[in-house]
C-alpha cells in the first residue's frame, strides 16, 4: 500500500535511539525516550493560501528532520511506524552528512 499526506503534512520514520548509556546501563524500551529526529518519507504538495495559490514544502523525501518531542499522529502503515505532522512541526532539517548515530565510549 502507498500512502500520500495532503497539503502541508509529512510523514517521518523516527530513527532508532540508543539502547545502552554511555556507561553501559541498558534502557528498557518502556523507560526509553521516543526520539525527536527522523527522516522525511513522503511530503503533500504544499499549504494552500486564500488566493488558492500553493506554497511549496520547504522538505523532501530522504531528508533528516529534528521535531518536538510531542509533534505528529503516530500511525501504523504496512506493519511499520510512523509518524503524520505539518510541516511547521518540524523544527529544521540536518544538513551534510548523513545523521550518524553516536558511538558508545
Do not use: C, N
Not at 529526529?37 to 499549504?47: D, I, K, L, N, T
Amino acid at each position: 500500500m502507498s500512502f500520500r499526506p495532503l497539503h502541508d503534512r509529512v510523514v517521518v520514520r523516527r530513527v532508532g535511539s540508543d539502547e545502552k548509556t554511555a556507561g553501559g546501563i541498558i534502557i528498557p524500551d518502556t523507560a526509553q525516550e521516543k526520539p525527536s529526529e527522523g527522516e522525511v518519507v513522503s511530503v503533500g504538495s504544499g499549504a494552500r493560501a486564500e488566493d488558492g495559490s500553493i506554497t511549496p514544502m520547504d522538505v523532501k523525501a530522504g531528508d533528516r528532520v529534528l521535531f518536538g518531542k510531542w509533534s505528529g499522529t503516530e500511525v501504523t502503515i504496512d506493519g511499520e511506524e510512523l509518524l503524520i505532522m505539518k510541516e511547521s512541526d518540524i523544527m529544521g532539517v540536518i544538513e551534510g552528512k548523513k545523521a550518524a548515530k553516536k558511538k558508545a565510549a
